[in-house]
């Protein structure tokens, strides 16, 4: 009887801490389209970056508390038990709109999923729970601050569940994480904001042509989060090497995505380039799209603007994805859909999640083709994620059992030595 009291209580803490955040996440998306706008109105505003690169390394060096890990810090504190700064909330919130105001490539699951997961940690701090309950209200708030952000409730919650770990999902976590992943994303929207609606015009009929495209696209869209990952981190390591001070390091690498965006046309791949995927799903995409916005958002986020990773990485898998189609012959909207989840969800080494989003953003008719693209690039990713922090519970190879109990960092640095 306790335990189910006990259980009853971490519900009933679950459901209010998702109704915050919900509002939160909802203020933030209104203020976000706002923002947005503006810049689109005042491309003058790009000359920003260089300022507003420093001002973000300098405030989070100095006043941050650490925030400056953004997600890793999140999956830490899970893993760890790591105390959480509220700040970091309110920092992720306020620089991800200040860098989409000036016009840096970059997304908003970072400001959710820290939002969230700040919010779901401090509370269990101040009602002095457990540490097991702690990890599942930090996770549930996850799931909530995802769900929010993309109005996918479902995708939330599995986010919530794979984030932190590769090769397992925390099933004591279920629940709480499906509950504020739901209530969150109702609580925003009651906020005058849009989520993301595209529909696969048709359905081929199965082929062995079609079949062959899908495994092959799964195959280059685990290549492409594998590069991502590899030049991301390239970018921030040149810069460490070359400047030691942070402010000329902040100051040089901004300067870089502004002449990017200024001198090679990227203009229109800042911010969220939501137009690539009306283009991806429309038929009328490119490669060219996909790689310039491939390249902006690497350079913003080794540059170190705040946001995420998750809906560039939408606007390169649906334009690669639907130009894979257009080549093959087969219908663009599917393959744009197909690129959409598979190259986010190999970055972030969640499969479940993958095939979630799927079922949710374009319905249940193509669901055998979000397993295959979700399995082949969860396979082709290894044990490589955007989030360093996250650990190996089951390695995906036989010959990488040694992977095991350590996070993608720790992996990541041993192969250094050996090489």
């Given at each position: 009887?306790k335990?189910l009291?006990?259980?009853?209580?971490?519900?009933?803490?679950?459901?209010?801490?998702?109704?915050?955040?919900?509002v939160?996440?909802?203020?933030?998306?209104?203020?976000?389209?706002?923002?947005?706008?503006?810049?689109?109105?005042?491309?003058?505003?790009?000359?920003?970056?260089?300022?507003?690169?420093?001002?973000?390394?300098?405030?989070?060096k100095?006043?941050?508390?650490?925030?400056?890990?953004?997600?890793?810090?999140?999956?830490?504190?899970?893993?760890?038990?790591?105390?959480?700064?509220?700040?970091?909330?309110?920092?992720?919130?306020?620089?991800?709109?200040?860098?989409?105001?000036?016009?840096?490539?970059?997304?908003?699951?970072?400001?959710?999923?820290?939002?969230?997961?700040?919010?779901?940690?401090?509370?269990?701090?101040?009602?002095?729970?457990?540490?097991?309950?702690?990890?599942?209200?930090?996770?549930?708030?996850?799931?909530?601050?995802?769900?929010?952000?993309?109005?996918?409730?479902?995708?939330?919650?599995?986010?919530?569940?794979?984030?932190t770990?590769?090769?397992?999902?925390?099933?004591?976590?279920?629940?709480?994480?499906?509950?504020?992943?739901?209530?969150?994303?109702?609580?925003?929207?009651?906020?005058?904001?849009?989520?993301?609606?595209?529909?696969?015009?048709?359905?081929?009929?199965?082929?062995?042509?079609?079949?062959?495209?899908?495994?092959?696209?799964?195959?280059?869209?685990?290549?492409?989060?594998?590069?991502?990952?590899?030049?991301?981190?390239?970018?921030?390591?040149?810069?460490?090497?070359?400047?030691?001070?942070?402010?000329?390091?902040?100051?040089?690498?901004?300067?870089?995505?502004?002449?990017?965006?200024?001198?090679?046309?990227?203009?229109?791949?800042?911010?969220?380039?939501?137009?690539?995927?009306?283009?991806?799903?429309?038929?009328?995409?490119s490669f060219?799209?996909?790689?310039?916005?491939?390249?902006?958002?690497?350079?913003?986020?080794?540059?170190?603007?705040i946001?995420?990773?998750?809906?560039?990485?939408?606007?390169?898998?649906?334009?690669?994805?639907?130009?894979?189609?257009?080549?093959?012959?087969?219908?663009?909207?599917?393959?744009?859909?197909?690129?959409?989840i598979?190259?986010?969800?190999?970055?972030?080494?969640?499969?479940?999640?993958?095939?979630?989003?799927?079922?949710?953003?374009?319905?249940?008719?193509?669901?055998?083709?979000?397993?295959?693209?979700?399995?082949?690039?969860?396979?082709?990713?290894?044990?490589?994620?955007?989030?360093?922090?996250?650990?190996?519970?089951?390695?995906?190879?036989?010959?990488?059992?040694?992977?095991?109990?350590?996070?993608?960092?720790?992996?990541?640095?041993?192969?250094?030595?050996?090489?």
């Amino acid at each position: 009887m306790k335990e189910l009291i006990n259980k009853g209580k971490l519900i009933g803490i679950t459901i209010v801490i998702s109704v915050v955040i919900g509002v939160v996440i909802g203020s933030f998306l209104v203020l976000l389209n706002f923002v947005t706008s503006f810049r689109e109105a005042n491309w003058g505003l790009i000359f920003l970056l260089p300022f507003l690169g420093v001002f973000t390394v300098y405030a989070y060096k100095n006043f941050s508390k650490g925030s400056e890990r953004g997600n890793n810090y999140i999956i830490d504190s899970i893993h760890l038990d790591e105390r959480l700064p509220l700040r970091m909330s309110l920092f992720s919130y306020i620089f991800t709109l200040l860098s989409h105001l000036a016009g840096a490539s970059v997304g908003r699951e970072g400001t959710g999923v820290q939002i969230g997961g700040t919010i779901g940690s401090k509370v269990s701090d101040y009602l002095k729970l457990s540490t097991e309950s702690k990890r599942i209200l930090t996770k549930a708030g996850i799931s909530a601050g995802f769900g929010a952000i993309f109005g996918t409730p479902l995708g939330g919650a599995f986010f919530g569940l794979e984030m932190t770990s590769i090769g397992k999902i925390s099933y004591e976590s279920m629940v709480p994480c499906l509950i504020s992943s739901y209530v969150a994303t109702l609580v925003s929207g009651f906020f005058p904001i849009k989520h993301l609606s595209y529909q696969i015009v048709e359905m081929p009929a199965f082929s062995v042509k079609l079949l062959a495209v899908v495994l092959l696209a799964g195959l280059l869209f685990g290549f492409v989060g594998r590069l991502f990952i590899k030049l991301v981190s390239l970018v921030k390591d040149f810069y460490s090497r070359y400047f030691k001070n942070y402010l000329i390091k902040a100051l040089a690498a901004s300067l870089v995505v502004l002449v990017f965006l200024l001198i090679l046309n990227f203009r229109k791949y800042g911010g969220l380039s939501l137009w690539m995927l009306d283009e991806a799903f429309a038929g009328t995409g490119s490669f060219v799209d996909g790689a310039m916005k491939f390249i902006a958002t690497v350079l913003s986020l080794g540059a170190g603007f705040i946001g995420g990773e998750a809906t560039p990485l939408f606007d390169i898998g649906a334009s690669l994805g639907g130009s894979l189609g257009l080549l093959f012959g087969l219908e663009a909207s599917l393959f744009a859909a197909l690129g959409l989840i598979g190259v986010f969800g190999s970055a972030t080494n969640t499969p479940l999640t993958t095939i979630m989003l799927g079922i949710e953003l374009f319905g249940i008719a193509a669901l055998p083709y979000y397993i295959l693209i979700a399995v082949v690039s969860y396979y082709v990713i290894g044990h490589n994620s955007i989030y360093t922090s996250q650990r190996v519970e089951i390695a995906k190879f036989s010959d990488a059992s040694d992977c095991r109990g350590k996070s993608v960092k720790e992996i990541n640095e041993e192969r250094k030595k050996i090489k």
